[in-house]
């Protein structure tokens, strides 16, 4: 392991070797459990939230799309930037940095009398995010020697998996029976917890041995190539002739930063993404499968609140536990899928749970508009749930085992980091599948009625609202709500063709692992 300079390493007076200072331990698992699921149920909660913040802002599709997008983006980009940061200045401060951007962007979230302050406000909360998603972990792995950080960091997963399940249901409850604006003022109280018990009981820590210079050109190539290429995908779906030229141009100059990102780790005294981990057979198919699965994941997630919502006129509480079969297949399941990778390597388990939620996708194909939950949506998140459930944990051990001991933290971050910027792409390409398919038909829908002039302005001025559009005309309701569905079962179609890909990578992947060298 990397040399840290830790107080807590070692055995305490009357504790217990592997373990961090009796004092110390259980608040060091709190205050990193709270902070985490601040990250985490932002991620789920906000997704609910969209609706109500739809209409309070008279946003359009496009517009609540940044809602989401302007986190992920940065969250993706600097996340490996930020847990660099943690091992150079200061694990603690760095975790901390970002405790009190996200709780400040939170309250401006909370206060934004716009769209546009409220997509800048989410941006900053995406770094804090960056800053305090690697120093969770970072902080435990610190703290507690080898005999005791499984056990942490295990607790530390069952919390931050719990919490993330009852985020959504709280934060439905939030917007239903008090405002949208009551998702983010929520994190303030939990992120002030947080500061005071990491001022109190949790320990400096660094790695002594690590690089004094950090990779800023690297993060900023990363950060215009993915913001680039969003919002040229984002915009596309709005866009008047006169722009497309334009759009073309800064997606082609995102994909050059790209590109020119990986010319820059590749000689890079210390890169934030260390390339020669992808001469892995495994490290490469496992990191290609994450993309694949957690893609389309992402991208029905996002879309399904607004489905239920605004299309099947449920309440917000409703539509946040609605997810809750999936969430705890997933928490209850993991510990054994894990042991279907000893008894069976990780290729089978991976193969079965992706076909398992490509089947899972498949059937949110099935319903229409109206039927009880037990009956359209259930059975499909179930079924996805089963899929991912099994896919999980044989894809974390993947990852963790096709490289040396001592970069396997590197090479989590570089998973994690995949599958954000897998959520990031996806939400930006499935939202302009889903406006194709919404416009297509509405156009059909609209050309076969006898509508006044009035209603018929009415709705073509609302086309970017999508389902969230205020119309008062029942006929014209309807035919938004078909248009809606017929867009989203084209995005539900590309997932299912992203999920049956990604049982292909499983193929490729070894049943044991032969971890990659520098020198090889």
Known sequence: MMP???????????????????????????????????????????????????????ASATDIQWVVESYALLLASLLLLGGSLGDLY?????????????????????????????????????????????????????????????????????????????????????????????????????????????????PESRNEDASKSLDWLGAALATFGLGAITYSLIEASTTTSGREATLWALGLAGVSALLSFLVVESRSSAP?????????????????????????????????????????????????????????????LSRWSGGLVARYG????????????ASGFALFLRPGIGGSYWTTFFPAVVVLGIGMAIS???????????????????????????????????????????????????????????LSPSVRQSAEMQRSKLAGAQISEPIVRRAFDEAFISGYRDVIWVSVGMALLSTLSAQVIESKWRPVNDGD
């Not at 009398?113 to 997509?119: A, F, G, Q």
């Not at 957690?294 to 946040?320: E, K, N, R």
């Not at 990780?346 to 939620?357: D, F, H, I, Q, Y």
């Open 392 to 450: 999980v944990a044989p894809l974390t051990t993947t990852v963790m085992e096709s490289v040396p001991t001592q970069e396997a933290g590197v090479a989590s971050g570089v998973n994690n980091a995949i599958s954000r910027i897998a959520g990031l792409l996806a939400v930006a390409v499935f939202g302009l599948i889903l406006s194709a398919g919404f416009n297509r038909t509405l156009s059909h829908s609209l050309a076969q009625m006898q």
């Open 346 to 357: 990780a290729k089978r388990p991976l193969t079965v749970g992706s076909l398992v939620a």
């Open 90 to 202: 200061g694990r603690r401060r760095i975790f901390l940095a970002g405790v009190l951007l996200f709780a400040i962007g939170s309250s401006w979230c909370g206060l934004a009398t716009s769209i546009s302050s409220l997509i800048l406000a989410r941006g900053l909360q995406g770094i804090g995010a960056a800053f305090l998603v690697p120093g969770s972990l970072a902080i435990i792995s610190a703290s507690y020697v080898e005999s005791g950080r499984g056990r942490a960091i295990g607790t530390w997963s069952g919390f931050t998996a719990i919490t993330t399940a009852i985020g959504p249901v709280l934060g439905g409850w939030l917007v239903e029976h008090a405002s949208w604006r009551w998702v983010f003022f929520i994190n303030l109280p939990i992120a002030i917890i947080v500061i005071l018990l990491s001022l109190w009981r949790v």
């Open 272 to 332: 934030m993404v260390s390339l020669h981990l992808f001469r892995s057979r495994n490290f490469s198919a496992a990191n290609l499968l994450t993309f694949l699965l957690y893609a389309p994941l992402s991208g029905i997630l996002f879309f399904f609140p607004l489905d239920l919502i605004q299309v099947q006129h449920y309440s917000a509480t409703q539509a946040g536990a609605s997810l809750l079969p999936f969430i705890l297949l997933i928490f209850l």
């Open 4 to 58: 840290i300079k830790s107080p807590c390493e070692g055995s305490a007076p009357g504790g217990t070797a592997g373990s961090v200072q009796p004092c110390r331990g259980p608040w060091v698992l709190i205050a990193t459990i709270l902070a985490s699921s601040m990250a985490f149920i932002d991620g789920t909660v906000v997704n609910v939230a969209l609706p109500a913040l739809q209409a309070g802002l008279h």
